[in-house]
């Protein structure tokens, strides 16, 4: 029998060093994968029932602690869907703001995944310090400045790169000065610079052949690329509203994961994050990204996942770019408006690094959540995931046990899930015949 044609289980017991608990399983049986499970098994957090009873102003707040990595994105959901609720229009210039700081959110976890996560896997190595050691160190320190620029912009709106406390419902506790955003212009100006040639560096990587024709979702907001708020498009459907999402899309639990997995109604699994984006909004990226993605190799749509490293350097140079756009036409926002308690309910949404986040509440007369619900990327993206991961190794039985390893793990990072924030998780184990 050839090796293509083999039984082979491959088993992940767990999944070591990452951002909660998982494992994997592929069993192949004739040639053919009869199964795959992407299996999380961390505990739930239950931060929805946490919520319940606080005061709708506490959720930006209480709901940044989900992720250390990514606390804007669930700040600025947070704050939309309350201000949606309430009826409370936001001045132009504080959305400027929190545009401002979202883009340092971008480039901090982009700069992450890239150089330090997922570079590794296309160059060879176990981890990113092995990488530097061996030669590297340069792309790595390209790396820490990137990330760096973004945690000093998130710092200096936020008042702290990790967990920010400036953003409120309605605005910002305090305005910046437009003096103050001057010196992190600077860092900015560096970190496009050195993305120029990183986006240049992502696309000379050796990528497998791979093609999925998964629907892509995204927010749309008008001529700009995605970052908050605008409608949902899809590469299959017109846009919808915040307010349309749970009727259209679908979260279901399944035996063997405590994430829920999320599908439309009727046309299936979908991925949101850097693909969706780009292949969505590529026309609203700036000459200098859409001249430095399509020199890299890119086409207007990218639909090989193993390219993700291409588009997040692409999304960082925008982001950088974006950035110091922003600081040049900045203008200090007024005070937040004040609230006033009513019993309403409102959903909002933004584009964090890894894609769409969602929130709903519903809040009492007296300002109380009655009820909340947050659909985060990672559970939008795990079904996808596996049936990507089908696919593959359907497609790469013929490789033998460690390069189908190694190329299992590209596979499951190039979606950059909570799960799969470490340099080297996957701990497999092939079982023949």
Request: charged share 25%; net charge negative.
């Amino acid at each position: 029998m050839s090796e293509s044609a083999e039984d082979r289980t491959i088993k992940v017991g767990e999944l070591a060093r990452v951002e909660g608990e998982g494992a994997l399983h592929v069993r192949v049986r004739d040639g053919s994968v009869e199964d795959v499970r992407l299996e999380i098994f961390e505990p739930p957090r239950f931060f929805e029932a946490l919520l319940r009873g606080r005061r709708a102003t506490d959720a930006p707040d209480i709901t940044s602690r989900i992720c250390g990595i990514c606390p804007i994105a669930y700040q600025v959901s947070a704050c939309a869907a309350i201000e949606s609720a309430l009826g409370i229009e936001v001045d132009d210039r504080a959305l400027a703001l929190r545009r401002l700081i979202y883009c340092g959110e971008w480039l901090e976890s982009h700069a992450l995944h890239v150089f330090m996560l997922h570079a590794p896997d296309f160059l060879g190595y176990d981890g990113a310090i092995e990488m530097a050691r061996d030669g590297h160190a340069e792309l790595f320190e390209r790396g820490l400045k990137i990330k760096r620029a973004g945690n000093e912009l998130m710092a200096l709106v936020g008042g702290r790169s990790v967990h920010p406390i400036n953003l409120k419902v309605g605005g910002f506790h305090r305005a910046l000065g437009t003096e103050e955003l001057r010196p992190v212009a600077e860092s900015l100006r560096s970190a496009r610079e050195e993305l120029v040639e990183a986006v240049a560096w992502a696309g000379g990587l050796s990528f497998p052949e791979r093609r999925i024709e998964t629907e892509f979702a995204a927010l749309g907001n008008g001529d700009g690329y995605p970052i908050e708020g605008g409608a949902l498009h899809s590469s299959a459907a017109g846009p919808i509203g915040p307010e349309q999402f749970e009727h259209d899309y679908l979260e279901s639990q399944v035996p063997h994961s405590t994430a829920l997995h999320s599908s439309h109604r009727e046309r299936g699994h979908y991925i949101v994050g850097p693909l969706a984006r780009y292949g969505l909004g590529f026309d609203r990226l700036p000459p200098l990204a859409q001249e430095a993605a399509l020199g890299a190799g890119l086409d207007r749509v990218c639909r090989n996942p193993f390219q993700s490293i291409v588009v997040r350097c692409v999304e960082m140079l925008f982001a950088a770019d974006e950035a110091l756009r922003l600081i040049d036409a900045y203008e200090p926002p007024p005070p937040a408006p004040p609230l006033e308690p009513a019993a309403a309910a409102g959903c909002g949404w933004s584009e964090a690094p890894r894609g769409m986040l969602w929130h709903r509440y519903e809040i009492d007369r007296e300002g109380l959540i009655v009820s909340a619900r947050i659909v985060p990327p990672t559970s939008q993206n795990q079904a996808a995931i596996e049936d990507d991961l089908r696919g593959f190794v359907e497609a790469n039985l013929g490789l033998g046990d460690e390069q189908l390893q190694w190329q299992c793990e590209q596979a499951v990072r190039n979606y950059d899930p909570c799960i799969s924030c470490s340099t080297h998780f996957l701990k497999l184990r092939i079982d023949r015949g």
